[in-house]
Every structure is written in structure tokens, then in C-alpha cells.
């Protein structure tokens, strides 16, 4: 899996994907990410990328001619999506990533300012966002989307049977879980989860996912019924 992040800031992708589980990923070449600066496709001796809206209006938005340039100078492969992120995308979940998990490429434009020409539109697969909220950058929402998809790529993870026990492949979230000691000031582990009784651990596991789902996430429950 290959990602191409066409940004202004090419050292917050780098930073992020040399550490950690897709830090290794990328050095064992299970993964490939290649920051692209848009600056270098800026216009005029300025390297312009953005400009005034038409029609008026605060701040500044993304031209489509360097997005366009920054695009074609990236080497396509076969099974390829384009992805921009904008605060009125699609929201960004589990089952956007697996959806896209096996695509060869995914390319991802991050959004900055105050968002840009409609027109990039007809190059683009997939608005992204994270959720309704403002950020100052899409490299945020860019990162989510290489880490999310990353860790179904396989080999990515040592362990990939977790992958089917985790928060989002089912209807409930993730159950409560806990390590050693045992005992932390008045806080207890559960008296279940040392009792050996596998079936009945098993049982109170989805009793709690399910009522953590209903305090945290209603929706879901409501989604798949």
C-alpha cells in the first residue's frame, strides 16, 4: 500500500509515520508514504497555492492549478483513490478504511485555509473529515487515514487476530480492560476477570461493551438495528 499526501507541511507526515507501528510498517516496505510539497507547485516566483474566493468572503482558498500540478506529478498506480480533506466531507470511520484497504494507492490532498476551488472536485474520489469539528490543516485527517487503513494492510500488525476484537468491527464498542496490580488505591479489578471462568467472562465482556456503547455511543446501536 502506497500513500501520496500532497501538503504545506510535508514534516508533520514524516514525523509522524517514523515512529511507532507505522513507523515499522514503512521500514520492513509494508507500507510506502511520500509526502508531495505543494509548495513547489505554488505559481510565480511567491509559489502561490491559494488566492482570494470569488464572490467575496474571509480568507483564502486553495487554487486548483497547483493541486492539479502537485496531482500529475505522482505516478499512478492501478487501484488508486483520491481523497481531499474538508470539513464537509464524509466523516471518516472503520468502514471507510476497509472499504479501501485494498487499493493499491490512495492519495490524499489535506485541506487548509478556508477550503478550495470546487473545481479540484473533478479530480478527487472521496471528501474526508474527522468529525464536526474545525481544524486548522487536513494533515491531521490525512494521518488518521494512513493509520487507520495501515494497520489492515497485512503484516502491519504482529498480532492481527486483534483486529477482530476491536472497538468498530462489531455493533458494541470495545469492552472495558484492565492489567496489573490488581488493586489501585480504592479501584479493584473486577472480580470476574480472575475467576478463570472463561464463559462467564465472556459473558460480562459484552454486557459492558454494550452499556459503554449506550453512554458513549448511541448511534451505533441505533445504526445497526
Request: net charge neutral.
Amino acid at each position: 500500500m502506497k500513500f501520496d499526501i500532497i501538503t504545506l507541511f510535508p514534516e508533520i507526515i514524516n514525523s509522524y509515520c517514523s515512529v511507532g507501528i507505522i513507523g515499522r510498517a514503512c521500514r520492513e516496505e509494508k507500507i510506502v508514504v511520500d509526502p508531495v510539497d505543494l509548495r513547489h507547485f505554488g505559481l510565480g516566483k511567491h509559489k502561490q497555492v491559494d488566492d482570494l474566493s470569488y464572490g467575496g468572503g474571509v480568507g483564502l482558498v486553495f487554487m486548483v492549478e497547483p493541486i492539479f500540478n502537485a496531482l500529475n506529478s505522482i505516478k499512478r498506480e492501478t487501484k488508486s483513490k483520491v481523497l481531499i480533506t474538508s470539513a464537509s466531507g464524509r466523516k471518516w470511520d472503520h468502514k471507510f478504511a476497509k472499504k479501501l484497504k485494498d487499493e493499491e494507492q490512495i492519495i490524499i490532498i489535506c485541506g487548509r485555509y478556508e477550503g478550495y476551488d470546487e473545481r479540484i472536485n473533478n479530480f478527487v474520489d472521496h471528501e474526508v473529515c474527522l468529525g464536526d469539528f474545525i481544524l486548522t490543516g487536513g494533515e491531521l485527517c490525512a494521518l488518521s487515514v494512513i493509520d487507520s487503513v495501515s494497520r489492515l494492510v497485512p503484516g502491519v500488525l504482529k498480532k492481527e487476530e486483534t483486529l477482530n476484537e476491536e472497538s468498530f468491527n462489531g455493533t458494541f464498542l470495545e469492552y472495558p480492560q484492565y492489567t496489573r496490580p490488581q488493586e489501585f488505591g480504592s479501584w479493584k479489578v473486577p472480580d470476574i476477570l480472575l475467576s478463570g471462568n472463561h464463559a462467564e467472562i465472556k459473558k460480562w465482556r459484552e454486557e459492558q461493551a454494550k452499556l459503554k456503547t449506550i453512554k458513549n455511543r448511541p448511534d451505533l446501536i441505533d445504526r445497526n438495528n
